[in-house]
């Protein structure tokens, strides 16, 4: 196992997870990957990038989950799962790069299951941000240039389909507080705020690994 820090963030539509994600990479030194993770999968499995863009943290009905970790389980390389339906070909592939980025670097992954692809890793920090509506909706609106009602119609669809994904592939609840180290409202503390509260508890985290050792 590496001795390298990997930052998994899950986040709600709208509640700056990205931003904030990035912010803490910059002030760690260290890459942060989120659209980035599925070029990568793709140059990693040699499947075409834009079936990424177009599966990207969707979820599916096709085949049942236990028969695809199976399939993963036994240790099938990208070349030995492309008999798959494209969907998990799609997973599996993000799920190995993964895998391969904790590896070879520390560094924050925005979504994609990160937290779970990493869950046996003692150096993952797993972190799930969250804000209000009246904020999410905001951020939205002054991101996308729409109204209210279409910000809302966004972060729901958004939201649901994150859930889907996410619990469709991992063993764990998207937004569930038993799933991540650690769950931050943006709302009242701010992006800054945010990305100091995961930074103070990775040092706090591991002045606690020390004591251990």
Same mark, same amino acid.
């Given at each position: 196992?590496?001795?390298? #820090?990997? +930052?998994? +963030?899950?986040?709600?539509?709208?509640?700056?997870?990205?931003?904030?994600?990035?912010?803490? =990479?910059?002030?760690?030194?260290?890459?942060?990957?989120?659209?980035e993770?599925?070029?990568?999968?793709?140059?990693?499995?040699?499947?075409?990038?834009?079936? /990424?863009?177009?599966?990207?943290?969707? *979820?599916?009905?096709?085949?049942?989950?236990?028969?695809?970790?199976? @399939?993963?389980?036994v240790?099938? @390389?990208?070349?030995?799962?492309? %008999?798959? *339906? +494209?969907?998990?070909?799609?997973? #599996?592939?993000? /799920?190995? @790069?993964?895998?391969?980025?904790?590896?070879?670097?520390?560094?924050? +992954?925005?979504?994609?299951?990160? %937290?779970?692809?990493?869950? %046996?890793? *003692?150096? #993952?920090?797993?972190? /799930?941000?969250?804000?209000?509506?009246?904020?999410?909706?905001?951020s939205? !609106?002054? #991101?996308?240039?729409?109204?209210?009602?279409?910000?809302?119609?966004?972060?729901?669809?958004?939201? !649901?389909?994150?859930?889907?994904?996410?619990?469709?592939?991992?063993?764990?609840?998207?937004?569930?507080?038993?799933?991540?180290?650690?769950?931050?409202?943006?709302?009242?503390?701010?992006?800054?705020? =945010?990305?100091d509260?995961?930074?103070?508890?990775?040092?706090?985290?591991? $002045?606690? $690994? %020390?004591?251990?050792?």
């Amino acid at each position: 196992m590496s001795e390298n #820090l990997v +930052i998994a +963030i899950g986040r709600q539509c709208g509640s700056s997870g990205k931003v904030i994600g990035e912010k803490v =990479a910059a002030a760690l030194g260290i890459k942060c990957y989120d659209k980035e993770l599925l070029a990568l999968a793709a140059k990693n499995s040699g499947l075409c990038e834009e079936l /990424f863009q177009s599966h990207d943290e969707k *979820p599916t009905n096709s085949f049942l989950y236990s028969l695809v970790m199976d @399939t993963y389980n036994v240790g099938l @390389t990208s070349s030995g799962y492309m %008999d798959m *339906p +494209i969907n998990h070909k799609i997973f #599996l592939a993000q /799920f190995d @790069t993964i895998k391969k980025l904790a590896e070879e670097e520390s560094c924050v +992954i925005v979504g994609r299951c990160a %937290d779970y692809a990493l869950a %046996d890793d *003692p150096n #993952l920090v797993s972190v /799930f941000i969250t804000a209000d509506d009246k904020d999410k909706i905001q951020s939205l !609106k002054e #991101l996308y240039q729409i109204d209210d009602a279409k910000a809302k119609e966004v972060m729901v669809k958004t939201d !649901k389909k994150r859930s889907s994904y996410y619990n469709y592939y991992s063993n764990k609840k998207w937004g569930d507080v038993r799933s991540y180290d650690l769950c931050i409202n943006r709302s009242p503390i701010g992006v800054d705020g =945010a990305v100091d509260m995961i930074l103070k508890y990775i040092e706090v985290k591991g $002045k606690g $690994k %020390d004591q251990q050792q």
